[in-house]
Structure formats: structure tokens, C-alpha cells
């Protein structure tokens, strides 16, 4: 199994920056793209970034040019930099994987959830 493990939400004024971590677990043999979503309350799940392994990345068009995705593969760790943060980035954010395991015989796809971080942006 994968386990993910999200860190680094609090909360911050408005115009402040976090960074979100997101630690995997397992018996990961390679994770071909992580992912961050977020959700607010009252509002669905969306997705912020995205970055596959060769290090293309995509993010929602709310978030370009002041959000930073990025992973350590040596460390099995994503990253999401977050700066100029307004008060409507406020939401739960979860790391996603898209994740191969090898248990020694096999190879198995593995799509985990972290558990997610709170993030508030509030003066």
C-alpha cells in the first residue's frame, strides 16, 4: 500500500506564502504524477496542480504565476508553493498519486488521498 502525507497549512494574512508538503510511502516503485486539490466549504473539489515525472506541470488558471508545484523523486515528496495567497485559496488542501507499486512479483497502480491540510488565508 501508499500512504500519503500531507504538512504545512496554517494560517496566513493575505499576500503571505506556505509550503505544502506531501510525503509518500510504501512500496513505490515509481509515482507518474502528483497532484494537489483543494476544497472549500460549500464548493467541490478542484484541482490546483499537477506535475508528472518528467516534471511537465499543470496548474488552474486561479493559481498561475503565484503557486509552485514541484517533487523530490529521491525523497518520494511533493511540494506546493504557495505565495500571494488571498483569502478565496482558503480551502482543505489533499495530495493525490498516481502511483506504481512492486510488491517482488508484481507491479500494481495505486491512486492514494492524503489526509489533507487546512489552509486559511485571513487577516
Known amino acids: 500500500q501508499v500512504q500519503l502525507v500531507e504538512s504545512g497549512g496554517g494560517l496566513v494574512q493575505p499576500g503571505g506564502s506556505l509550503r505544502l508538503s506531501c510525503a509518500a510511502s510504501g512500496s513505490i516503485f515509481k509515482i507518474n504524477v502528483m497532484e494537489w486539490y483543494r476544497q472549500a466549504p460549500g464548493k467541490q473539489r478542484e484541482l490546483v496542480a499537477g506535475i508528472r515525472d518528467g516534471g511537465n506541470t499543470h496548474y488552474v488558471d486561479s493559481v498561475k504565476g503565484r503557486f509552485t508545484i514541484s517533487r523530490d523523486n529521491a525523497k518520494n515528496t511533493g511540494y506546493l508553493q504557495m505565495n500571494s495567497l488571498k483569502p478565496e485559496d482558503t480551502a482543505v488542501y489533499y495530495c493525490?498519486?498516481?502511483?506504481?507499486?512492486?510488491?517482488?512479483?508484481?507491479?500494481?497502480?495505486?491512486?492514494?488521498w492524503g489526509q489533507g491540510t487546512q489552509v486559511t488565508v485571513s487577516s
Open positions: 493525490h498519486a498516481d502511483t506504481q507499486v512492486y510488491d517482488g512479483i508484481y507491479y500494481y497502480t495505486r491512486e492514494p
